[in-house]
């Protein structure tokens, strides 16, 4: 896209991680013209990346997500950045079993090619002894310790990367009028435009999918994104709890769970590892989201509940049957290879996909969109492309490559869970 193009109409369709970047960084590098649609106003609803807390990390065995998320650690912790405030460092201990050892492994060796400090070998007696409220047994865990890992605000980090957005000129539309349904195309197939729940239809010459895990609703993405599950529960502490367990790193088990220190409002999040799919009868055969939002009486599946509450008893087992104050299933668009989707399509002319976070996306928040902007501009890194172009037919990660290797089980399988009121 030329620079006499920057008045040129985008629409960007979604407002959660892939689209505020996008937004955000168009608009730093002058284009005035961008539109963001989402059904909800930000921080959106649904999104992925609107939660209280995401790990910040550069443990990757790829060496390009390891600089990716190096240069974004910089800026979320600028204390005189966009996100001052926001980063936490606690570091983090990586549980491993025979399944996830070759992805820990791998990091390690990517971190040392690059420069960065690579994750060590840590005996559960070195644990206790240093973090006396962790004191679970850890039963299998092989656990590593990274200094380097952090937690930040992610629900904040959203808000202020659109308001800035909207600051340098970015509309944002909602409700009805800013929930997508329908791409809109020429005669010769060419993408133009997106018609909203209320009928209102919107042109531009760049057409952004960044819908995540909904993408699938509006195209046909070939099997390549499945959306995927996270269940996530809040406990709340009292002020001496949270006095206790305040400098305790990040829990993560890539087979079990992950738990993040405490807040200052005293909310410790808990995340399961243990993923879902939503493969409805209505769906055509694609794995959907259920959002909340569409059925809040929805709680979460109670086999993967009953697992989270076991795997908490290795960790710190005083609080691991704790009453929870807020749970949701968290959904994201995962690609197999645990690489993004960030291409024009392969036929669809001025369309452009810029989804698949897959789990791991939020923590580039600060410099995606740069590259999303390249992408859109044909000027992408050609290995960088490569790997995130279009590619139906993509083969599962091996464990190299896969933090989380358990099978997703499917909601419609669970009691209570087989139907769904869709409205994407």
């Known amino acids: 896209m030329a620079t006499t193009q920057r008045n040129e109409p985008i629409i960007i369709i979604g407002g959660g991680t892939f689209g505020v970047t996008t937004a955000y960084h168009l608009s730093k590098q002058g284009y005035t013209n961008v539109t963001v649609l989402d059904r909800f106003p930000v921080p959106s609803l649904e999104a992925a990346g609107n939660d209280i807390n995401k790990v910040i990390r550069t443990e990757y065995p790829e060496p390009l997500y390891t600089k990716l998320a190096s240069d974004a650690r910089d800026l979320w912790r600028d204390v005189n950045g966009l996100f001052a405030g926001l980063y936490h460092p606690s570091g983090w201990i990586i549980g491993a079993t025979d399944r996830s050892t070759p992805f820990v492994e791998a990091s390690a060796r990517s971190a040392k090619a690059l420069g960065v400090e690579p994750p060590q070998l840590i005996s559960t007696e070195e644990i206790h002894k240093k973090w006396p409220p962790m004191n679970g047994d850890f039963k299998g865990w092989k656990s590593y310790w990274s200094p380097n890992a952090a ?20 509309r944002y539309i909602s409700g009805d009028a800013g929930h997508a349904k329908q791409l809109l195309y020429d005669e010769n197939q060419v993408c133009i435009g997106v018609k909203s729940a209320d009928g209102t239809t919107y042109y531009g010459g760049q057409i952004v999918l960044a819908a995540g895990a909904a993408a699938g609703s509006l195209l046909d993405l070939k099997g390549q994104i499945v959306a ?21 790193p990040i829990l993560d088990h890539l087979e079990g769970g992950i738990l993040f220190p405490p807040q200052e409002d005293g909310i410790m999040k808990v995340g399961a590892i243990h993923f879902v799919t939503n493969f409805a009868r209505s769906l055509n055969g694609k794995s959907l989201p259920r959002y909340r939002s569409d059925n809040p009486q929805d709680g979460i599946p109670d086999i993967i509940e009953a697992r989270l509450r076991k795997w908490m008893e290795t960790c710190v087992p005083e609080i691991a049957h704790r009453e929870w104050v807020e749970t949701r299933i968290c959904w994201d668009g995962d690609m197999p290879d645990y690489h993004f989707l960030i291409t024009p399509h392969p036929t669809h002319k001025n369309l452009k996909i810029a989804i698949g976070g897959s789990a791991h996306g939020f923590k580039f928040l600060p410099v995606l969109g740069k590259y999303i902007v390249q992408m859109m501009e044909g000027r992408l890194d050609p290995e960088v492309a490569e790997k995130w172009k279009w590619r139906p037919g993509t083969k599962l990660a091996d464990y190299e490559t896969n933090p989380h290797p358990e099978t997703p089980e499917d909601l419609n399988d669970m009691p209570g869970w087989g139907t769904i009121k869709s409205t994407l």
């Open 151 to 170: 937690w930040v605000n992610a629900r904040e980090g959203i808000v202020r990367m659109a308001r800035e957005a909207q600051r340098g000129g970015v």
């Open 228 to 248: 995927k599950g996270h269940t996530v529960g809040h406990i709340q502490l009292t002020p001496e709890e949270v006095e206790k367990y305040k400098d305790m």
